[in-house]
């Protein structure tokens, strides 16, 4: 009896992991994980090189650890047991506090990933695919209430200064006829959170802006959205748990940078608002996988009319040809999160718009800008894109080969006030 208890001691988890092996190699195959907002690893080719020198088993391991069967089920399990192990016995003495602040870890690297640049191959290009949490490095947790998750302002004078200087810094290594604007967002924390209950844990967006733009040369031209934001914070701006604003909240922006770049606007009622059928969960959700959030999912709402006959392309490195994509993605391809919006995070985009005006606007931008560029293609006559993060030129010679008449410096409130921004800014100039 002993003997048949050992054997099946070993005989039982072997074939448990046989099992699952078997399930795994026959189960449908998914290219993205929503949870996680990542590419999935995919299986590898077989070479002696990658053979010998281990990467192959490492991506193999990698492979089926990302395709695991009953994967999701697996993750909703461990994050249950998590909020279980942290759960707190709440009582008239001892209430539930009104949020949770949920410390959170930067991403963690696979082990055959370059850590270099993401232009050096079409692999790492797949990693820009859901690369939406970049502008989350300033923080140390996500603040959840109401079932909406937040990102704590930690800004200061000193990091709003750099930021201004590095902005006339790109003025001043412009020709006087370039016009160059300045565009800063603030977050959904600003407008959300009663401020007289969170005073002093997150520092006023507001200020660091006004801050900002009290810094800036004269010659860069300034465009104020917390005003139109404010008036409007009822509507759905932002989402609930993602960082990113929704369109609807880019198209209050896109009206008050139409006062200073001199265009009309198209009404928002003429552009055909539509929602995607699909919710999605966002970058914040995949960084706290909590609960709550989970069962308050998004949507994302797009306007057509503004871009509609126009064509976008793609470059990742400057020796690439130009690739055809697309301004506004409705089928998913990257994700039905805020991956619609121009797809990726692509180094530089160069879009055609639908007017003959002379006007070639180059937008230096982090990802907040995916959602505001597709309201200006029917203003400017040519658009280029450029991601601050993988841009690979020089600004300077980009806007004379290109003809580029007007800059727009368009980032997020908490991108703004990076130390790698004003550094990035700083190494684009000639």
């Known amino acids: 009896m002993k003997n048949k208890l050992i054997i099946f001691n070993v005989v039982a988890p072997f074939l448990i992991v046989i099992g699952i092996l078997f399930a795994t190699i026959i189960s449908k195959k998914e290219n993205i994980s929503e949870v996680e907002k990542r590419k999935l690893a995919e299986l590898p080719q077989l ?49 539930e506090p009104e949020g949770i602040l949920v410390k959170i870890q930067s991403p963690q690297k696979s082990r055959t990933t370059k850590v270099n640049s993401p232009l050096d191959n079409e692999i790492n290009r797949s990693e820009l695919l859901l690369d939406t949490n970049q502008e989350l490095v300033s923080t140390e947790g996500i603040y959840i209430y109401d079932s909406c998750a937040y990102q704590f302002f930690g800004g200061s004078k000193n990091s709003a200064t750099r930021y201004a ?23 959904s924390t600003e407008f959300s959170l009663p401020k007289e209950k969170y005073k002093g844990k997150s520092t006023s967006e507001e200020a660091n802006i006004n801050l900002v733009y009290s810094k800036l040369s004269p010659k860069v031209l300034t465009t104020s959205v917390y005003k139109r934001l404010a008036n409007h914070n009822r509507e759905y701006l932002y989402f609930k748990t993602d960082h990113h604003w929704t369109a609807r909240g880019a198209y209050y922006a896109y009206l008050e940078f139409s006062a200073v770049a001199g265009f009309d606007v198209t009404p928002i009622t003429e552009m055909k608002p539509t929602f995607m059928k699909s919710t999605f969960l966002g970058s914040l959700y995949a960084l706290t996988r909590h609960s709550s959030l989970k069962g308050n999912p998004d949507r994302v709402e797009y306007f057509d009319k503004n871009f509609q006959g126009a064509s976008a392309y793609f470059k990742m490195k400057p020796t690439d040809n130009w690739k055809k994509t697309q301004i506004v993605n409705k089928k998913g ?16 985009m160069k879009i055609n718009g639908l007017v003959k005006n002379g006007r070639t606007l180059l937008v230096i931008k982090d990802s907040y800008a995916n959602a505001f560029i597709p309201f200006l293609v029917s203003h400017f006559e040519k658009i280029y894109v450029a991601d601050i993060r993988y841009f690979p030129y020089k600004i300077t010679n980009f806007v004379k080969e290109n003809r580029v008449n007007e800059v727009l410096i368009m980032n997020h409130i908490v991108t703004a006030n990076s130390p790698f921004t004003s550094n990035k800014l700083n190494k684009l100039i000639k």
């Open 165 to 187: 200087k590095s902005v006339n810094a790109i003025k001043a290594n412009l020709s006087d006829s370039i016009v160059v604007y300045s565009l800063i967002v603030p977050s």
């Open 47 to 95: 070479t002696m090189k990658n053979w010998l020198n281990g990467v192959f088993a490492n991506r193999v391991e990698d492979y089926l650890s990302d395709h695991v069967v009953y994967r999701n089920r697996f993750i909703s399990l461990s994050d249950n047991c998590k909020e279980f192990y942290n759960f707190r016995f709440f009582s008239p003495l001892n209430p």
């Open 333 to 348: 391809e990257y994700g039905i999160g805020y991956g619609v919006f121009l797809g990726i995070d692509y180094p530089v």
